[in-house]
């Protein structure tokens, strides 16, 4: 199916935008804290066109299924579509000198879903650079993560950070996107020539993860309310007081992020100095941390990261916002070869991707 299949005219608008991976760095966007994510060749395209019908007409190719509507009202009931209000009434309310204009809009994918590798704000992300494109607003790209970041909270309800949508706005692949998520100031960082890190797909699907992800949301946000902070991630290991925090569960969840926020320090300075071992350990320490002081493993994560090891990974950690989803692990590339005939033996080869 294509655009002019489903609408009988041509689109005049087309843009995308990718899926990424995080290399180190989970849950400390929202604390003010550092992260290191990378962009996949995964995209979610999309095309639009101005119609005279007086509605907005979306088609999923994922979901092979159109939907037409006059307002941006929210369903009741977590519709895919809500995606395409939430940008649209975001978009529109920031230019109210814009007049509401029926589109048609064809959306197509390559990103799996609902696997940790942010489909979502690049779905969001992908609407808002076509919708400037059409529009002419020259929106800078730092301009359209942080609307897109509008969208997921104050539209759909889910307290994400900016990572994923500065990322997949700004990144590039086979660059390491280092970012403060307190100034946005960013350093893409290229990826040593000889590293390659390969993503396994645990097929745990995350359906309970917005509650989780919420409720550690929460956690941390409390951890700060004990220590008096504004920014958990503003807190060096060495300034960590833990007799502030008077509950075990919180101050177990504000180990992992002021540690965590270390190691992509130290993770930035090892990509630059293409020090492997370095970097592999700290992605070792990270899923640990994330496993046992986070809580955001699961059995079959775990069993694909310690696989990963002792199939020669140098590192491997769960990536993204925990409980199932994508792994990644860093294998020196002359090693690939071994490394992925042992993983073979565990896991279809349709479910290893290379990054
Ligand atoms: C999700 C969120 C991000 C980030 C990660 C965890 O992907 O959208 O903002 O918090 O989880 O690192």
């Not at 990424?20 to 999309?46: A, C, M, Q, W």
């Not at 950070?161 to 997949?168: C, H, R, W």
Request: net charge neutral.
């Amino acid at each position: 199916m294509s655009f002019k299949d489903i609408f009988h005219i041509d689109y005049s608008v087309i843009n995308s935008a990718h899926a990424r991976v995080n290399l180190i760095g989970e849950h400390t966007d929202y604390t003010g804290g550092y992260v290191l994510p990378s962009l996949l060749n995964f995209k979610t395209t999309i095309q639009i066109s101005k119609n005279q019908n007086k509605q907005y007409q979306v088609y999923s190719e994922h979901f092979t299924e159109q939907k037409n509507f006059t307002d941006f009202l929210k369903s009741t009931n977590n519709e895919w579509i809500d995606y395409v209000k939430g940008c649209l009434f975001v978009f529109y309310d920031e230019n109210k000198h814009i007049p509401n204009t029926h589109l048609n809009m064809f959306i197509s994918s390559t990103i799996p879903m609902g696997r940790g590798i942010s489909s979502s704000s690049a779905l969001c992300v992908a609407i808002l650079k076509t919708l400037n494109d059409f529009f002419n607003t020259q929106y800078s790209e730092k301009h359209i993560a942080i609307l897109a970041q509008k969208v997921e909270r104050d539209y759909i309800g889910v307290s994400g950070g900016i990572m994923d949508q500065m990322v997949s706005s700004i990144g590039i692949h086979r660059k390491a996107f280092f970012l403060d998520c307190l100034s946005l100031k960013f350093e893409l960082i290229d990826i040593p020539e000889e590293w390659g890190f390969y993503l396994v797909d645990s097929a745990v699907q995350r359906n309970l993860r917005d509650s989780a992800y919420n409720e550690r949301y929460n956690q941390l946000k409390k951890a700060e309310e004990f220590l008096g902070v504004e920014y958990l991630g503003s807190i060096k290991p060495k300034q960590f007081d833990e007799n502030k925090i008077n509950d075990k569960l919180i101050l177990k969840r504000a180990k992992h992020v002021v540690s965590e926020n270390e190691r992509v320090i130290q993770a930035k300075q090892s990509i630059l100095k293409k020090d492997i071992k370095i970097f592999g350990k700290l992605m070792n320490e990270s899923h640990q941390s994330y496993a046992r002081d986070f809580d955001a493993s699961t059995r079959d994560v775990d069993l694909i990261v310690d696989r990963s090891i002792a199939s020669g990974a140098e590192g491997a950690r769960l990536t993204g916002g925990g409980f199932g989803g994508f792994t990644v692990s860093l294998i020196n590339k002359n090693f690939i070869q071994e490394w992925k005939k042992n993983m073979l033996k565990f896991y279809d080869s349709k479910n290893i991707f290379e990054v």
